[in-house]
């Protein structure tokens, strides 16, 4: 006997009959005679509905009030879910963060788990219960309602997963697993059996926003399995796991963008320490999220210092830029918000040479010039203009045949 | 320094502009250097809202699991009222019953409250903060969550007003008080400056629905000075205390009265030890609540027994009657549900002979019979025919000059 975790996000639980589908699925994972705890989000809008009350309510409403507020949400998903669990003849038993008991920090709104209570859990399944809780929460020490934040649903399951040693943490969403890039720009993009945590990692932080980076990081941590896959059709979906040493590892795993990013660049900074901090500390101060850097070697007692921002940070960024640039005696800024960034995956390319030089001569081919280069053990990313998005994807998953099944290393 | 329990219900925090209105009631209060709690309810529309979704799920959803989901719409009016009163400049925290903690028996949705922790609101209220309690919710020692029933928001006023020795706990609703009758039946009631809690009780059983019955016994209990007045204009309202002998008190306080009631008689029923509990047990089994009974001495050997129920109830007791006759050898069964009951209630009549006197004379004088008597201490009631509703009710209002200041005794 196995015991899984699955979640299912709003989307998968946005209707009455959406939910009743989710409790047939569950039956269904059940009558393997495997043990089920399942984590739900809110009903998909029903996060919105709230939001817009509390700020009929007040402009920036206190983080404490709004985890309060916002944990309903889940709250009313955990109990239809067992209602409709119940209507078709499977025991089932709901919980709160707070009462699984998810005990988190007081970072109210974003917060972190530090400790499960699964006594609760444990008894209900072997009593045969199904065990329903509430992602996205938990409670502080004091007793206090927290939220995790975006995407904290996702971490819900897995921290559940780790705490209980679960076989593996089933996500499902509206997608059916992780692709080699995004289908809807490459048509024959090809749905991934397996990638690694570090690979996860890349892709979904450069923009396949399929699960939550925190949620990988945690099972990564922990060593949790984690599958995800589709809740409105049925098939494997793409397992995340550590590389094994006897699994065939493809050279690369997939191509991820990001389209909505922008670059500034000071030029003509005096080359000496400090610099690097002296334009970034303002920018990060502003709360502006920095995603690529880039310096390269300097030809004279000057270098160029260049650096990418999501698009809406582009002006108050450019602006800080030219202050800083004042202040440091640097000769211009330069700006462009009509740029983009593309990526190789793959923990294969670690051992294996050659493919920047394969990627930047398929792209040479093409015509696309390179703004930007930026790489990682396991990425290479590069900033082309806009209008090249689409090419530089398809070029690059036809150039590693991204559309067949792995090559043996 | 005095300290209050507010209690709001559905109507009042009905939407954003409602809540921000009590925020403003709640200030205005609390300018008077005094400290407040407020109980609220679920915005007026969510329970249904969230009932519907259950059965959507299960024609007879778990009550466990019901109380998880209505126990939601509490929590966003706490949540949303907390962050009106921060947004008016007024420090708040809101508590969900489980936080407090209102520490409950585990009959789920019809839960009774066993305990209250004080201590976190103690420490609030000295921090300078409006503390904001879900009504209607509780938790059980195991942590489960649970709900006090239908008018469980004034339970929880009344038990925390108790549990804090509160000076007076103010129910917030949509009427400015109790009346000595309808104003819809008689335009010339007048609004009661204080009720005792037993004439209180009398007046809900028998149809003023201005508070539930469960939270006067409550107030009475544990002698907490209840006050009821509107949320939505301002004035004094009416006050329910215990008796004083200070206070002048008046004869009658006010005319209750009952639309919805059917009467059915048993004739020549076999007078002996045992028949009330023949005929009744099994319309009590078949879970129909009776109200008026009455049973006069018999003239020879054989009794009549006639009581009073529900009208929606009236058939099916008709059914068990029959049965019931032909098994105790009775003569026939007989009833009417064109019949209403009205009372006069009033702490007054106890110590004055003659009452019941002025009563049917006045009626007497207006030529409508009385089908049925019956009397407690502190009230009388009767049954008449559902025409003569509005007339008795103006007559008695006015046979005991209830729209003048009551006389001194």
Request: proline residues 3%; negative net charge; contains cysteine.
């Amino acid at each position: 006997m196995a015991l899984f975790v699955h979640k299912y996000g709003g989307t998968s639980v946005g209707s009455p009959e959406r939910i009743k589908h989710v409790a047939n699925n569950v039956i269904q994972a059940r009558s393997r005679g495997d043990d089920i705890i399942v984590v739900v989000s809110a009903m998909s809008g029903e996060t919105n509905r709230l939001v817009a009350l509390a700020h009929e309510m007040h402009e920036r409403p206190s983080t404490r009030e709004m985890d309060v507020l916002l944990a309903t949400g889940e709250q009313v998903t955990i109990a239809l879910l067992s209602m409709a669990l119940e209507a078709a003849g499977c025991p089932a038993c709901s919980y709160t963060g707070g009462q699984v008991r998810i005990l988190t920090d007081d970072a109210h709104t974003k917060a972190r788990i530090l400790d499960i209570d699964t006594d609760r859990i444990r008894s209900d399944l072997a009593a045969g219960r199904v065990v329903v809780v509430a992602g996205f929460q938990g409670i502080t020490e004091a007793g206090d309602i927290t939220t995790l934040g975006r995407g904290g649903s996702d971490t819900t399951a897995v921290a559940l997963a780790a705490a209980l040693k679960a076989d593996e943490c089933l996500i499902y969403t509206d997608v059916d697993g992780v692709y080699t890039t995004d289908p809807r720009i490459e048509p024959k993009a090809r749905r991934l059996d397996r990638i690694t945590f570090e690979e996860m990692l890349e892709m979904a932080s450069l923009g396949s926003k399929v699960l939550q980076i925190r949620s990988v990081e945690f099972a990564g941590k922990y060593n949790v399995p984690l599958r995800v896959l589709s809740s409105f059709s049925a098939g494997p979906g793409t397992l995340i796991t550590y590389e094994e040493a006897s699994v065939e590892k493809p050279l690369i795993s997939g191509i991820a963008f990001n389209r909505d990013e922008a670059k500034l660049t000071v030029k003509g900074v005096p080359d000496k320490p400090g610099v690097a901090y002296q334009i970034l500390g303002p920018v990060a101060h502003a709360n502006i999220e920095v995603d690529m850097i880039v310096q390269n070697v300097s030809e004279d007692a000057t270098t160029d210092f260049t650096f990418t921002v999501h698009r809406n940070d582009y002006r108050k960024a450019l602006d800080i830029l030219q202050a800083t640039c004042t202040a440091l005696g640097a000769r211009e800024v330069a700006g462009d918000d009509k740029i983009v960034k593309v990526s190789l995956v793959g923990v294969g390319m670690r051992s294996h040479a050659g493919i920047a030089a394969r990627m930047f001569e398929a792209l040479a081919w093409e015509g696309i010039n390179i703004r930007m280069i930026s790489t990682s053990e396991i990425k290479i990313s590069i900033v082309v203009d806009e209008k090249y998005l689409e090419l530089a994807v398809r070029t690059l998953h036809e150039a590693f045949n991204l559309d067949r099944e792995p090559e043996a290393v």
